[in-house]
């Protein structure tokens, strides 16, 4: 969206690697009002979370030696309830290159879901909604409603809902809209409480969880829930420019995004939903301006380094380079989906570019 595209553009220049540690939030700088969305203040503050925080973890200087296994261990992988026999996803000699599978898409996306029948559905820089199929032909499936005049009616994440409805993110609107796949004219809000909704994803039935960037009423950002029929809970509060939003296989880890300058947090969630203090547990140049996440079926967490070009893989609290390319390809990279449904590989990573109307594909040498 051009607001996005300006805004990203904005957080690429304050993270070039000069400005590494030192950059202040987009969101009105190192002091955080520690307010609610709907103002109250908050029970718990976040000291030291995201790149601005002055942690031991955050140093990726320390790991520098880390070894590196070309797989998860199994008994890690044990523990995330996974099968030690499946191969978990190898480290290759050298970066991958994305290949193109659409090209010809009326603008950029910034967001992709897999419908499961067939289609990739995302969400565009104009208000659009696109269909794409496996052979890369596209249409315009839906246009969104209309924003008010001066915001931007570009899209962010959006996610298939328990009815089956696609849900969209406005960012610039800050509300979140339902798009039927029965009658995609049928377009509704489906919630307006929610500022600068980034991410979303259903979990638990109609359980929401979201990523609410910040930044239009001073706050930094932060990590929500919206359990069916009641008001948003911040789960983890404080996340400057919370973007991307994952869990662990086995649902008992929670990874975010911050995006300015760029890193990736990662919190325990607890049986009863709460979720612990978050951790950093990468950051760096690789990272810069860290947009979206996806998880694998072994638990590595890959992550869209809009800034530095890059598709990055996380395994424990080692990272390194999954793909990337001379070209610039990659230069922008928003969202990861591992493909699903008739036509979509599973063990292929699908990206979308927020500055490019394009939709990439990595293939896992597995």
């Known amino acids: 969206m051009r607001t996005a ?13 000069v ?3 030192a ?26 979370v995201g790149p601005e925080g002055d942690q031991e973890a955050t140093d990726v200087a320390q790991r520098a030696d880390a070894m590196l296994s070309d797989r998860v261990g199994a008994d890690t992988r044990a523990e995330d309830g996974i099968d030690a ?30 419908d499961g029948k067939g289609f990739l559905f995302g969400g565009t820089s104009d208000g659009r909604v696109v269909r794409v199929a ?9 246009d969104l409603l209309p924003v008010d005049a001066g915001v931007n009616p570009g899209t962010a994440g959006v996610t298939f809902g328990p009815d089956g409805s696609l849900y969209v993110c406005r960012f610039d609107a800050s509300r979140i809209e339902r798009v039927s796949m029965e009658d995609p ?18 979990r638990d039935g109609d359980t929401l969880w979201y990523t609410s960037s910040g930044g239009h009423s001073g706050w930094k950002g932060h990590v929500g829930r919206i359990r069916s029929g009641q008001a948003p809970e ?44 978050p951790e950093v547990v990468a950051d760096g140049p ?74 990439l594909q990595v293939g896992l040498p597995l």
């Open 185 to 202: 004219s049928d377009v509704t809000v489906w919630r307006d409480d929610i500022e600068t909704p980034n991410t979303i994803l259903f």
């Open 19 to 21: 400005a590494l540690g």
């Open 286 to 359: 690789d990272f810069t301006v860290a947009d979206g996440l996806a998880v694998a079926w072994d638990g590595t967490v890959l992550v869209a380094g809009f800034g530095a070009g890059k598709i990055m893989a996380l395994q424990g609290d080692v990272s390194w380079t999954l793909a990337a390319d001379p070209a610039g390809a990659l230069l922008g990279v928003a969202t990861l989906a591992f493909g699903a449904g008739p036509g979509f590989d599973a063990s292929r990573v699908y990206a979308t570019n927020l500055l490019k109307p394009v939709v």
């Open 234 to 277: 911040v789960m983890v509060p404080n996340v400057t420019y919370a973007n991307g939003l994952a869990f662990s296989p086995d649902g008992t880890t929670l990874y975010v995004t911050s995006s300015q300058p760029g890193s990736v947090l990662r919190a325990a969630v607890l049986p009863d939903g709460s979720v612990e203090k």
């Open 85 to 114: 026999d499946v191969p978990g996803i190898p480290r290759p000699d050298a970066p991958l290159t994305p290949t193109l599978l659409a090209s010809d898409l009326p603008a950029s996306l910034e967001s992709l879901a897999f």
């Open 5 to 17: 595209v300006v805004r990203m553009a904005w957080l690429l220049a304050a993270a070039a690697p």
């Open 134 to 142: 496996p052979d890369g032909t596209s249409t315009v499936y839906a």
């Open 23 to 48: 950059c202040g939030s987009s969101s009105g700088g190192g002091a955080d009002s520690g307010n609610t969305p709907d103002g109250t203040q908050q029970a718990e503050t976040t000291e030291g």
